[in-house]
């Protein structure tokens, strides 16, 4: 048995919150060599469950937050990827390009810093 924190926890919180929280999808984008001196773009995606909240007013003061700026919640249970300062998440039609992220320590979620793209 791996223990709570060994992944236990992360199918625990997978199981219970997934029905409750929003489609999102998080796409990764790499830059490979293209042999010409160039980089070639290439995406991956992944279906991923997530919701979307506010920063406190206390919490934006204290780390400079921007107010367009909101806090992403995804589980990582069956996620294919993890997502990077190049990755964006779409939940609801919109886009957030990834400012910071943040691992709980039981690998359950990330927290994630987004920032509005499109519309």
Do not use: C, H
Not at 31 to 54: I, N, P, R
């Amino acid at each position: 048995m791996a223990g709570l924190l060994g992944g236990d926890l992360k199918e625990v919180f997978g199981s219970v919150f997934a029905p409750l929280l929003l489609d999102a999808t998080i796409t990764k984008v790499t830059l490979a060599d293209d042999g010409y001196g160039g980089f070639t773009e290439t995406e991956q995606t992944a279906a991923a469950k997530g919701m979307v909240e506010a920063y406190s007013a206390y919490t934006r003061a204290q780390a400079g937050i921007p107010s367009t700026d909101v806090k992403l919640i995804i589980l990582q249970k069956d996620v294919a990827l993890t997502p990077d300062l190049d990755s964006k998440i779409t939940i609801r039609g919109q886009d957030y390009s990834i400012q910071a992220i943040e691992e709980d320590p039981a690998q359950a979620a990330w927290t994630i810093q987004g920032r509005p793209t499109n519309g």
